[in-house]
């Protein structure tokens, strides 16, 4: 089934260090995986994006690690910097072919 | 350039008073989808849309419709909005099982 994030945890973390999201994912038939970022009052922003036959993927200051095992998702961001603040949400694809449905969010505030 | 356009960004309807919001892309994808999200969740898949296949996801109420007219519109009907469907609602296009989503920046109902 989905997975609707409340009362969403929050990440602080000091600027330049690095950060890392968790997700735990609930249909282990999926085989894609994608990241977002959202600002307030916005929408999700693509990030970066894995498929199930890989367990790293590396993008400019990002990196998403899967582990299928244990349904184990996770973004790691290099040198956080205030702009990222936002709130992440992990979303998987396969399934049902194009129902793309969201995990819990986490919320990541950057303090300077 | 706006790739998914949601209009109009904020919405004000009254109580039982049918309302339309709307989306436009530029992508030519062949998947739409419909979000609603509410405050501090994840976004909450309605409906998505294959081409002209509609997939309605079970848990949508039956006050919540979608119109696929051709490939770059998509329409949320809200046959008699009640307070409890004040949310961000969110288009968002895929190129299909492969792909990502991207999202437009949503509409912001409010139910008076």
């Known amino acids: 089934g989905e997975s609707v994030g409340l009362h969403l945890p929050t990440l602080s973390v000091q600027e330049g260090d690095n950060s890392i999201i968790n997700c735990a994912y609930s249909n282990s038939a999926s085989d894609y995986f994608i990241w977002y970022k959202q600002e307030s009052g916005k929408g999700p922003q693509f990030i970066i994006d894995?498929?199930?036959?890989?367990d790293k993927r590396q993008g400019q200051r990002v990196t998403v690690l899967l582990n299928k095992t244990v349904k184990h998702l996770s973004l790691q961001i290099a040198a956080t910097q205030p702009g990222d603040s936002a709130v992440y949400f992990c979303?998987?694809?396969?399934?049902?072919?194009?129902?793309?449905?969201f995990g819990a969010g986490t919320i990541l505030r950057v303090k300077s | 350039d706006a790739m998914v356009i949601q209009n109009p960004r904020y919405q004000v309807t009254q109580f039982g008073k049918p309302v339309t919001l709307s989306c436009s892309q530029t992508?030519?994808?062949?998947?739409m989808y419909w979000y609603q999200q509410k405050s501090s969740q994840a976004p909450k898949l309605l409906f998505h849309y294959y081409d002209k296949d509609f997939n309605n996801e079970a848990d949508t109420p039956d006050n919540f419709q979608s119109r696929r007219p051709n490939t770059s519109f998509c329409f949320l009907d809200i046959r008699s909005p009640g307070l409890g469907d004040a949310a961000m609602y969110l288009c968002?296009?895929?190129?299909?099982?492969?792909?990502?989503?991207?999202f437009g920046q949503g509409t912001r109902l409010t139910v008076v």
């Open positions: 894995i498929r199930s036959n890989m």
């Open positions: 979303a998987e694809k396969g399934e049902y072919g194009n129902k793309l449905v």
């Open positions: 968002a296009t895929s190129r299909g099982p492969e792909g990502g989503a991207f």
């Open positions: 992508l030519n994808h062949n998947v």
